[in-house]
């Protein structure tokens, strides 16, 4: 297994290879690398490559694994960190250009962890700055391009580390989620990506948007990566105010789940919240969500409608808190307004917002997102997940402002935003898969499910893409 097949296996099939030595982690960094030297020019998925490191690294790993100490599926597997999580002695930019040569002493939790697993570092994503906004058109490093056509955008704030895995610059990635800045650029580029429950994975060492709507979470080609990355950075984090003692399991064991004669979800029942998610959307994009609609009802699950009115106050309420507790975060990490000439003129102006929003406002926004939580965990006793569009549209092409949906007008953060606030305003997971194609790009199918019930969520997602294989597609751009 050479070139392109290499960069897009999988890490579920690579942990077996690299652990019997039929494939050599340097071997994959090596073809990680000069795919990133060919490519990343084009598509601005890395800031900082770290191709010593990596090497360094993958030459420990595969000495280590030669002595029989293999540490786990994510051994010597190379992997992409977006630009605002913290990597002690290699600069983290957060997107920002006063952090340019910023260089933390400290590794962010979620790096420690995945140094422990065994994993290489490839290098650092591009992202929207400050990881504020959802297309990674970034003034001071480049506009991230799509990998399935270079015109249109990979969606964010994660968009580096979405067009790093969807290319085949790096077997998997992590990235961080406040509005949607995970599923929105594993939607647009044909990946999956997943936000964990709030306070599942630690956020210490992650530069804040809005701390509590902030999640850390897995980016990767397949459910099956997701789980395994999700394993490994999982976990209680006592520097972390947010961090929950729970359990982690074992995610990738449980995708197999119940089997029944070819109806694997048999049993369970799934929510179409018709009044709020089903509405104003493209298409050509609610034809592949209705016809994965289908496809869980052939897998034996029960689809039924549910009513959740609170959900309309989603968008409100999350602009209202992460407006107010980005410029906090921004004030006490003495970013603004000392180095506000060096903002964009976008990211400055919802920072310069974020001093108006009154206190009865912040307060009136928790008190909705109570009530969501609330409303949600009424319908989570009748139903295991909710079944949604990840966003409406495809992805637009850079400078779009406005798109046309249902014949209203519409922002594209706005459009972005929509269908995926109100996971993070309620906290429960979510994950985004693919689900087909449109203009010939990607469409996202959105799983919201139980809190803490990870594991659940992605077996219902990983029996999705077995039974469709859009996750197995693969750019047309290439090497």
């Known amino acids: 297994m050479r070139g392109r097949e290499l960069a897009f296996s999988s890490i579920a099939e690579l942990a077996g290879l690299i652990r019997s030595r039929r494939v050599s982690p340097v071997e994959l960094v090596e073809a990680m690398l000069a795919r990133v030297e060919h490519l990343n020019p084009q598509l601005q998925a890395y800031l900082t490559v770290t191709g010593e490191l990596a090497r360094a690294q993958a030459r420990a790993a595969e000495a280590e694994i030669r002595r029989g100490r293999w540490r786990g599926p994510l051994h010597g597997i190379p992997i992409a960190l977006k630009d605002n999580i913290q990597t002690g002695g290699i600069r983290t930019t957060a997107g920002a250009r006063f952090l340019a040569e910023f260089v933390p002493a400290e590794d962010a939790a979620v790096v420690a962890r995945l140094q422990r697993a065994g994993a290489v570092l490839l290098g650092k994503t591009n992202l929207h700055e400050f990881a504020y906004g959802v297309t990674t058109e970034n003034p001071h490093y480049g506009t991230t391009r799509n990998p399935w056509d270079v015109h249109r955008i990979a969606g964010g704030s994660s968009g580096g580390a979405a067009a790093a895995v969807a290319a085949g610059l790096a077997f998997a990635s992590v990235g961080t989620d406040t509005g949607g800045s995970i599923r929105i650029p594993a939607a647009l580029c044909g990946i999956t990506g997943l936000k964990p429950t709030y306070g599942r994975v630690s956020l210490w060492g992650v530069v804040p948007l809005a701390p509590s709507l ?212 309620a906290g429960c997971p979510a994950v985004s898969v693919p689900c087909g194609f449109a203009e010939g790009l990607p469409v996202g199918l959105q799983l919201v499910g139980r809190w803490w019930e990870e594991a659940e969520l992605l077996r219902l997602a990983h029996a999705y893409q077995q039974a469709t294989g859009f996750h197995r597609q693969r750019p047309p751009l290439d090497a």
């Open 214 to 425: 902030d999640h850390v979470g897995p980016l990767a080609r397949s459910v099956e990566d997701v789980a395994i990355l999700l394993g490994a950075i999982a976990g209680w984090d006592r520097r972390d105010p947010a961090s929950v003692r729970r359990p982690v399991s074992d995610f990738y064991a449980a995708l197999q789940g119940r089997q029944s004669r070819g109806k694997p979800l048999r049993g369970l029942r799934l929510g179409l919240a018709r009044n709020f998610f089903l509405a104003q959307v493209q298409s050509e994009v609610a034809q592949s969500f209705w016809a994965a609609v289908e496809q869980f009802a052939k897998l034996g699950a029960d689809v039924v409608d549910v009513h959740l009115p609170r959900l309309a106050d989603a968008e409100e309420a999350g602009t209202t808190i992460s407006l107010a507790e980005a410029t906090w975060a921004h004030q006490q990490a003495g970013y603004f307004p000392a180095h506000a000439e060096a903002y964009s003129a976008e990211v400055r102006k919802r920072i310069e917002l974020g001093a108006e929003v009154r206190a009865v406002d912040y307060l009136v926004a928790r008190e909705r997102q109570r009530q969501l939580q609330n409303e949600l965990a009424e319908v989570f006793v009748r139903v295991h997940a909710l079944l949604a569009p990840t966003v409406p549209v495809v992805a637009p092409r850079p400078g779009t402002q406005v798109v046309v949906l249902a014949g209203r007008e519409e922002t594209v953060r706005t459009a972005l935003l929509r269908f995926n606030r109100p996971s993070n305003l």
